[in-house]
Each structure stands twice: as C-alpha cells, then as structure tokens.
C-alpha cells in the first residue's frame, strides 16, 4: 500500500491529468448517446445519421445472426466493412449489458487511449510531459481558421464568450455547407465514428513502439516482429485505413532505419498471413473508382486553390508543425515521415467511391501535425520570458476554433429513438423472426427491423454506396419491387434476392413509387399490422411453390 502511495506521489501529475483525461472522454461519448427507462434510446442531433448506420450493424451482432458478417444495410454479399468495434458492443449487449453502457464504455476507453497514447509519444521523443500535455491539448482542440468563420456570423463583442459557451452550430462544416473548412476536425468526429478512437490508438501506439526500436533496434526479436506483424494483420476488419497507414508506415520505416530491416520483412510476412484472408472475403467493391483522384475536396485545383484550402484547415499549424520539424533532431524527423506521407497520399488517392473519406488520412497526419507544433510551443516556452507571451499567443489561437467548435457538442439538441421493447413493431421483428432474417424495409433509416437486429436489403444508400456497394441496381430492384402488381414477379424477384419478408408502408418513404395497397393486401399475407401505416408480408407463406 505505501509503494502504492509513493508511486502516485512520484507521478501526481500523470494521475490527475489521466484522471480529467478519462473524465473528458466519458462526459463526451455519454453527452452524445443515452437511454431512458421509458425505452428511448437519445441520440445526439449531429450524430443522429452516423447512429442509423452503426446501430444496425451492432445490433445485428446482438439481436441478429450475422456470422459470417454481411452489411446490415445491404444483405448478401460479405461486409466491406471493419465491424469489429461494433460486433464487441454487440457481444457486450449480447450477455447482458445495456447498449449505452456498452457503446458508450468502449468508445471512451478507445478515445481515452488514443489521448494516453499521443502523450506518451510525446513524452517519449522529447523527455517532457510539457509537450506531451500540449500535444494533447492541440489535438482536442483544432487548429483551423474555422473561428473567422464564426466571428463572420457573430461579430465579436463584450457578449462574445457567453455566446460561445452557448454555441450550437459548428464555426464551418464544408463541405456540406459550404465553407472552405472541413467538418472533420472537430470532435463531431469521434462522437459519431466511435470507431475512429480504437484505430487511431493502434497507430500511436505502432509509433511508441517504434520509438522505442530506433533507439534499441536488438529489443525488436524475430519473435516480437512476427507478434507486432500478427496483430497489424488483424486489423483489416478492426480499422481498414489504419491497417493501410501501417503498412505504408512500415514501408518507409524499411528505407530509413536499416537495423530494423530484417525484423520489418518479418512483420510484413505475418502481418501478410493474417490479413489477405480478410481481403479475400471482402472482394472486390462492386463500383470501382480511379486510384488516382488528385485534389480531395478542393474545387479547381491548382497551387493557389490547394495552398488556401490547407492553410484554411490546418491553421497556424501549417507553420508551427514544419518549424518543429526543423527543430527536432534529425534522427528523430525519421518517426514522422510517415505522417507527412499521410497528408500526401489523401490528396493524391481515392479509394472508396466517397472522397470525403480520406478525412481519415488528414486526421492521422494532423496528430503527428499537432507533435511537432507542441514541441515548437515548448522550444519557445523555455527559451525565453518574452518568448513565453508568444507561445501563448500561438497556442491560443491553435485551439481557438477547437474550443468554439467544443460547445455545439455539448449544447446539442437529443433526439428520441424509440428502441426495444418500446418500439411495437421492432419488438414484434424480435419475437417472430428468425435472426438471420432479411427485410425489403419500408425505411431507409432506423427500419424496425435494423432496430430488431435483423438485414435489411438497402439502407440509405450513401453508407453502402461509399463502400462499394451496387446501390444503383437495389435501388431500382426496390422500386420495381413496391410499383408492380405482378405477384410472380415480386415473388421470383425477392427470392432470388434472398428476402424474407416485405414491409409496406403508407404513406411510403421511398422514392418514386407507386404502391397499389390494396393488391399487397389481396395477394400477400400480413403477419404484423401497425395501424394503416405499416405492414409485414411473410414471403414464405404468400409466395407458393409455384412462383419459387
């Protein structure tokens, strides 16, 4: 017990800050996804759209059968989709544990890891818990020009930090409304992509081991390169993208430190073995994309276009990262290549159908970004007491718009989503169905039966659609389905497509069609009625023999 209170003693520091670290991370999953004991689950406004793809895919792991894994939103073919974060939670919801409590516990355990982790990085390549602090900091708080957006729409004034403190609506949001400063770099981002924190864990901590290894390349064995090399392989269905920037890391890792060469040809093999079964199963996207899509999100792309568009979204940290990087030892400047080719690549490649996705690149590359200004702050701090006045000023102004951005969070509007046993119809879904079932839904978001844990045979079409689904070709299957009041070719059409059982609803959410209700109830036979809004057609008792 007294080693005990020495140790905290001698790291009192590290205690408190973990301790208002872990606080953070909870207060933030908890602010953005609750339940009620009248049955609703709440959900964030700004999260709402992310929910309605990830809730699905966790309660098809819960509620549902889904091994081997498929989309939940498109049934059939193999997932394309790294779901393991979500098939925990849903294993944790599975045994007993409320689905807030589960998502919510590991997405502030991954979110508190991933900030542990960039400052112990910090820490370990610079030897100060200052810049470890500050790194941290820099990466809770962005370092974009989206302020000048805000002061735009609210000009400043003695009232300004009330309003800030009571800000609902993010500085910018580009692309979607416009402004030139992407959505991306808030903490919207981890809130609603819960998965994002556990990835992004896994490469810093890829990095602390690195750091470790330049310096002691004999603590890298063979046996410890295969485990390393094991565990990267594994990510595939973890995080694509970070299982990507690994291997890519790895790459310029094998140029630079040639100690280490040996041993990363051994993480490359066993890494290898484990992942390409993965790939195997995903196949190939359905609609392909050019590799080579130079640009991101930027609109007539030349220098002047790219040179605004960056600075605009990284801020002052367009100058500080590079000065620290400048500053750093040169055999330390090795560790964050890997960051700056990041950068690199998602403004030269696409790999899914949705550019916006290279988002997850930029974010990798503005931590290493946010090292390197952290370590310039502090060069600057101890230098000199004038010196103190300017780092301050810079920090300021590197965390503005992060700040700013951090209260539409915490002030956002909760929506109710009525969940199991509430939800009549879902409850009915859970109860008389099996749980492999699929459904030609009726609703494109939260259908009942994604909120029962069963498939669903499209969902709204950008989720699927951005991960190489043929969207297109279900789209047009659903319209022809609900428009024809030809019972064999419904019959044929939804059999050959794997469909169990048929939802109609009135008055429908899809687009361009034209239901002919009363041919639905002539012809099928219902097994669930919500009122006049809301039918379910069992096809194995309405499709005879004969249309199969």
């Not at 991370?25 to 759209?49: C, E, V, Y």
């Not at 792991?61 to 193999?78: E, M, V």
């Not at 809770?140 to 020009?145: G, M, Q, R």
């Not at 459904?439 to 259908?447: H, R, S, V």
Request: charge should be positive; include cysteine.
């Amino acid at each position: 017990m007294n080693s005990l209170l020495t140790k905290i003693q001698k790291y009192k520091f590290e205690v408190i800050f973990f301790s208002l670290l872990f606080l953070f991370s909870n207060l933030l999953m908890w602010k953005t996804l609750r339940s009620t004991s009248n049955g609703d689950l709440l959900i964030a406004a700004k999260a709402w759209s992310d929910f309605s793809a990830n809730i699905p895919v966790i309660r098809s792991f819960s509620l549902g059968h889904n091994f081997p894994p498929q989309y939940p939103l498109f049934a059939g073919p193999p997932i394309r989709y790294h779901f393991v974060f979500y098939a925990l939670v849903g294993l944790l919801e599975k045994i007993g544990i409320p689905l807030d409590w589960a998502l919510n516990t590991l997405s502030a355990l991954s979110f508190f890891a991933l900030l542990s982790l960039i400052y112990f990085v910090s820490k370990r390549l610079f030897g100060r818990k200052s810049v470890g602090v500050a790194a941290v900091m820099l990466f809770l708080f962005n370092s974009s020009f989206a302020f000048l957006e805000y002061f735009k729409k609210n000009p400043f004034a003695l009232q300004a930090p009330l309003k800030i403190l009571l800000n609902r609506e993010f500085s910018s949001f580009g692309p979607f409304d416009g402004n030139v400063v992407s959505a991306f770099w808030n903490l919207n981002i981890y809130t609603n992509q819960r998965h994002l924190a556990l990835g992004y864990s896994f490469l810093i901590l890829f990095f602390l081991l690195f750091v470790i290894f330049a310096k002691k390349p004999k603590s890298l064995t063979y046996h410890k390169a295969c485990l390393l090399g094991t565990f990267i392989g594994f990510l595939p269905f973890i995080h694509l993208s970070t299982f990507g920037m690994l291997i890519v890391s790895l790459l310029i890792f094998f140029v630079v430190y040639k100690a280490l060469r040996g041993k990363i040809i051994v993480i490359f093999i066993c890494a290898g073995l484990i992942a390409f079964p993965q790939f195997l199963y995903m196949g190939f996207p359905q609609n392909i994309v050019g590799l080579y899509n130079p640009g991101y999100l930027i609109d007539n792309l030349n220098f002047a276009n790219f040179a605004k568009y960056w600075f605009y979204n990284l801020g002052f940290s367009a100058i500080t990262a590079p000065i620290g990087f400048l500053l750093i030892k040169k055999d330390l400047r090795k560790i964050f290549i890997p960051f700056f080719v990041f950068f690199i690549i998602g403004n030269l490649f696409r790999f899914t159908p949705s550019m916006i996705d290279n988002h997850k690149f930029f974010n990798a590359a503005i931590i290493g970004a946010n090292i390197l200004s952290a370590y310039f702050l502090v060069y600057l701090w101890i230098k000199s007491a004038w010196l103190k006045i300017v780092a301050g000023s810079i920090f300021f102004f590197l965390t503005l718009s992060g700040i700013i951005d951090l209260f539409p969070i915490v002030n956002d509007r909760l929506l109710a989503l009525e969940d199991i046993p509430k939800n009549k119809t879902a409850n009915f879904i859970l109860e008389n169905t099996h749980a492999d079932a699929v459904f030609l839904n009726a609703n494109y978001i939260f259908d009942p039966a994604s909120i029962a844990g069963r498939k669903i045979y499209l969902g709204w079409a950008y989720f699927p659609w951005s991960l190489g689904y043929d969207v297109d070709t279900r789209r047009a299957n659903l319209q022809q389905v609900l428009n024809s009041t030809d019972k064999a070719f419904i019959c044929n059409l939804l059999h050959k497509e794997g469909i169990n059982y048929l939802e109609i609803q009135n008055p429908s959410t899809i687009e361009r069609v034209n239901i002919d209700y009363e041919f639905y109830n002539s012809n099928f036979i219902a097994i669930y009625r919500k009122g006049s809004e809301l039918v379910i057609y069992d096809l194995s008792k309405s499709c005879n023999i004969s249309y199969l």
